[in-house]
């Protein structure tokens, strides 16, 4: 007789172990955890608490499973969301151990105890777990005949987040996240026992810039959208997946749509950009496209007004303007930071050969030459694979140093990633900055279970003396920059700081440090790409390169382009107030975004011809000659880069809505000026783009501004320093009182040394006076500098730009203003981290009516 030999097993892995689950043999990594290994053989367990992001909790214990260790069965099931794997362990799941499916069926049981017969009336209908969870595992009877247990309901947690508290399952998904993820711990599990519930405490409401994710990851309907609620049912509804349009960050997002209107919007699933978070802004901010005052026809002005005309009246009469307006003195252009890739490479084609000009510049913000040899020698080209920082290297790197960035606020989504950072405590994470900002705190100072935990710190500087104090950095802190992966991360800020660019390059190259320019709009690093810059044609080619424009013009069948740098944003601007331009062809820029709007007014009044390609009306169609509508994101294809430089592509979402996307407006409009641009569709633009490429000619030198000294204010005089919060007076804010409800209260925060300078009292207001006027705002005391007063740039009174006339680093008077009367409701509120409004702990009271939102800005 031959007996056969037996089979030899393959050797473990090194850093895994060797278990059995259901009869299967499998190796997996040390550590993981026993239900993500059953995930990876398509066993799905059953869980309501768990999440591959969050922190095991075992709360629902929904996912209990049998497990035997050396031969000897546990006494009990074990959660398996709970327990790691351990070698030579075998677990059995409700697909092969009775034991295991009765226990899954008995906690069912339990769960369903006091649940209430919402399903008819429940947003959660339709897509909730534990309904499909209950009809798989579940028992078809209930032994339970007592009353259930009920509560008022709903509770608003917050102006957008409302909570039905009999509905919970105590699984802590949302404390959690916003423990863990976000840093906002102000929702908690209150009570014990058979009472336990989720709340707020008493004068905390759920103020959060990440709350939507709560209603998301809830697993049972408890948590519900205050703008959604009862609005529609999953299954009426039609899923396209999209790209948000707010920031640089590029989440990715799921839109669900009916009849041709966007319902909701929620955070899609994209590992290496935004996981499976997105901000409140990208949420709900979603309703200004459908806004009643939205243009849906050509506008033609005539005898002093806009009214309505036919496409081919606009288009006749935009080309004869701007052709006269050409030929004269010139046409500016000023695409604005809002645009896809597609269309900023539209306009940045038509400036060049419709108009024959340079004068182009997506930078409706602060800028400077500075930062435009700084796009040209450091940015321009980089993507993932090419050099550029990405989301990885981020959470990867030993220090990360944000200068002139406020992540919370101006691309939320590296926020989180630079708290997932710290709170692994392999990332030390450093802000050039003036106060203690809430992102700032909860990037450096991380809550655990043993208290607070320090992931780096605030490196405290005047506003303008950046570029200086990165020079001078602390000693730990450079050399954690020269460990291999650091990351300097700058922001938009940056152009209104002389040499800080500079210093950025050189610091990098002194260091070894990469560099991440993470700018606020989320066409930002599209427009750079494209070439709707004075100085850069698209691909990176440099205006002055002659060699480049040949190339250029001949693929794009010209004879020539302009080969001498045009001007910038305010330089288009002030030649337009001066007469020295004749024309402005305008896309969606709001003057008050401009660093002056006073002389943005001044040129949009005195150009001979304007043309605004703009979806509302705005400071801009007061005085267009012509309004041509343009399509919002979600009814037009395209693609935005991100921050990283990464691609995020989106098809039409709302399609048969007549709209038409920039890139086929200037099309058409070249058509009539008697040029052919080749960008009917986005498809087609992008198309060009790509084969174009990027310029492979040597990249330009970085820029080389000295480090300029801060000066001292003077007596009765500090430094200003500002930036944008995340929910303000935006444009695209319009329509979601339920979001505006959530914005942080404007305050202007001062050290308690400038605080006792002025003699300011509790809740007294303080007067901020620039050139041109003031700005009244309650004063918040907090460490920061001397002679330094924080403003939000754009937030109910606080229009800096409009009312100062003067930006970040500037000297500003100071003064005390009137006190606001007692418990009177006041435009400033109680500060950049207290109440907004809400009442009580969360079981009383009425949902709160959010402000409406305010302005026209963008």
């Known amino acids: 007789m031959t007996v056969a030999p037996e089979r030899e097993s393959k050797p473990v892995p090194e850093g895994h172990v060797r278990l059995t689950i259901d009869g299967v043999e499998i190796d997996a990594p040390k550590g993981e955890l026993l239900i993500r290994t059953a995930e990876r053989m398509g066993i799905t367990i059953p869980r309501f608490c768990d999440h591959p ?427 954690l920059l020269r460990a291999d992966g650091a990351v300097l991360a700058v922001g938009e800020r940056a152009a209104q700081i002389p040499g800080l660019y500079s210093e950025i390059v050189r610091t990098a190259a002194r260091t070894g440090a990469g560099i991440a320019w993470i700018p606020r709009r989320a066409g930002e690093r599209g427009a750079v790409e494209a070439g709707a810059l004075p100085n850069l044609l698209p691909g990176g080619r440099s205006v002055t390169d002659l060699n480049s424009c040949v190339e250029l013009a001949r693929e794009w069948g010209q004879p020539s382009l302009p080969g001498i740098p045009g001007r910038d944003t305010t330089g288009i601007l002030t030649a337009a107030a001066r007469g020295e331009l004749s024309g402005l062809l305008v896309g969606g820029v709001d003057p008050d975004d401009l660093p002056d709007p006073e002389l943005a007014a001044q040129a949009l009044a005195r150009a001979g011809f304007v043309v605004s390609l703009e979806l509302r009306p705005s400071g801009v169609t007061e005085h267009a000659d012509v309004v041509l509508p343009i399509a919002p994101s979600v009814e037009k294809s395209g693609s935005y880069l ?52 990027i310029s492979d000619r040597p990249r330009a030198a970085p820029p080389e501004e000295p480090v300029r000294p801060v000066s001292p204010p003077g007596p009765g005089r500090a430094l200003l320093a500002t930036w944008r919060l995340l929910l303000d007076d935006g444009s695209l804010q319009d329509g979601e009182p339920n979001l505006a409800g959530t914005r942080r209260r404007p305050v202007a925060m001062l050290s308690p040394g400038t605080a006792r300078r002025l003699g300011l009292g509790p809740r007294q207001q303080v007067e901020v006076r620039g050139d041109r006027g003031a700005i009244s705002l309650e004063a918040e005391v907090t460490e920061m500098p001397d002679d330094v007063v924080w403003l939000p740039s754009e937030s109910g009174p606080s229009k800096v730009n409009r009312a100062l006339g003067v930006g970040h680093g500037a000297a500003v008077a100071l003064a005390p203003a009137a006190t606001f009367p007692a418990g009177g409701d006041s435009v400033a509120g109680h500060g950049i981290n207290g109440a907004n409004g809400h009442t009580g702990n969360g079981h009383t009271g009425q949902a709160p009516a959010g402000p409406d939102a305010e302005g026209s800005r963008s």
């Open 642 to 693: 991100n921050w990283e430089g990464r691609r995020r592509e989106f098809a039409v979402t709302i399609e048969g809505s007549g709209a038409l996307p920039d890139c086929r407006v200037l099309d058409t409009l070249a058509v009539e000026m008697d040029a052919d641009l080749f960008t009917q569709t986005p498809a087609a633009s992008r198309a060009e783009l790509d084969r174009l490429g």
């Open 53 to 479: 992001l969050l922190d095991p909790a075992g709360a629902c214990r929904q996912c209990l499973v049998e497990v035997e260790m050396n031969g000897r069965a546990m006494p009990k099931p074990q959660a398996s969301c709970t327990i790691t794997v351990a070698d030579g362990m075998v677990v059995k799941t409700q697909r092969s151990s009775a034991v295991a499916d009765k226990a899954q069926q008995g906690m069912m049981e339990l769960l369903l105890i006091n649940h209430p017969l919402d399903c008819p009336i429940c947003d959660k209908g339709g897509e909730c777990p534990l309904q499909n969870q209950a009809l798989k595992h579940g028992r078809a009877e209930s032994r339970f005949h007592d009353t259930k247990r009920t509560f008022a309901k709903p509770v608003p947690i917050s102006a957008q987040v409302l909570l039905d508290r009999e509905r919970c399952v105590l699984c802590q998904r949302c404390t959690r996240f916003s423990k863990q993820i976000a840093g906002d711990p102000f929702i908690e599990l209150l009570e014990r026992g058979a009472v336990q519930q989720i709340g707020i405490a008493e004068q905390q409401p759920f103020q959060s810039y990440f709350s939507g994710n709560t209603i998301q990851i809830c697993p049972v309907g408890a948590l519900t959208s205050a703008a959604y609620r009862f609005r529609s049912r999953p299954f009426d509804l039609v899923s396209t997946p999209g790209v948000c349009e707010h920031c640089s960050s590029g989440c990715a997002t799921r839109t669900d749509w009916r009849r041709g209107k966007v319902m909701r919007r929620l955070a899609g699933e994209d590992p290496e950009v935004n996981e499976e978070w997105t901000c409140d802004k990208g949420r709900f901010a979603f309703r200004y496209a459908t806004a009643t005052d939205r243009f849906t026809r050509p506008q033609v002005r005539e005898n002093g007004a806009l009214r309505p005309a036919s496409w081919t009246e606009a288009l006749r009469t935009a080309a004869d303007g701007l052709i006269a307006a050409r030929d004269e003195h010139g046409v500016g252009v000023l695409p604005g930071g809002r645009l896809t890739v597609e269309d900023a490479y539209a306009y940045s084609k038509f400036a060049r050969i419709a108009l024959r000009t340079n004068d182009i510049d997506a930078r409706a913000r602060a800028h400077s030459d500075e930062e435009l040899a700084f796009l040209e020698s450091t940015v321009v080209g980089m993507g993932p694979g090419s050099g550029a920082v990405t989301y990885a290297d981020l959470e990867a790197a030993p220090a990360v140093l944000c200068v002139a960035f406020e992540p919370e606020e101006e691309s939320p989504i590296v926020f989180l990633r630079l708290r997932k950072a710290a709170r692994k405590g392999s990332t030390k994470v450093f802000h050039l900055g003036q106060w203690n900002s809430p992102g700032v705190e909860k990037t450096t100072r991380i809550m655990g279970g043993g208290g607070p935990i320090d992931a780096g710190a605030l490196l405290p500087c005047p506003p303008g003396g950046e570029a200086a104090a990165l020079a001078a950095l602390p000693s730990e802190v450079d050399e």
